[in-house]
Nanobody, 114 residues
Framework: QVQLVESGGGLVQPGGSLRLSCVVSRSIFRINSMGWYRQAPGKERELVASISNSGTTNYADSVKGRFTISGDFAKNTVSLQMNSLELEDTATYYC????????WGQGTQVTVSS
């Protein structure tokens, strides 16, 4: 059974930084892309950032210039470096990988508060 294990969430003040990491529990044949989504209370889940196995990255407009995604497709790991965090970044963040289907992590909470 494939599991995505996330780590790195927590409480941080506005302007601070966090790094989220995600490890896929076992080898998956041909991961096409990996990414991070987030869902705030009362809102729909949205894409934060993704990276393809060719290295192409995609970011939500709201995080461009502040967040950086990196992925290791040999080790099946993906990370999200989040800098200059804002109150609006508060959400549960979910790791995601796409092969012939989507796999999701259980989510890690990021809270930005003064």
């Amino acid at each position: 059974q494939v599991q995505l294990v996330e780590s790195g969430g927590g409480l941080v003040q506005p302007g601070g930084s966090l790094r989220l990491s995600c490890v896929v529990s076992r080898s998956i044949f041909r991961i096409n892309s990996m990414g991070w989504y987030r869902q705030a209370p009362g809102k729909e889940r949205e894409l934060v950032a993704s990276i393809s196995n060719s290295g192409t990255t995609n970011y939500a407009d709201s995080v461009k210039g502040r967040f950086t995604i990196s992925g290791d497709f040999a080790k099946n790991t993906v990370s999200l470096q989040m800098n200059s965090l804002e109150l609006e970044d508060t959400a549960t963040y979910y790791c995601n990988v796409l092969t012939i289907k989507y796999y999701w992590g259980q989510g890690t909470q990021v809270t930005v508060s003064s």
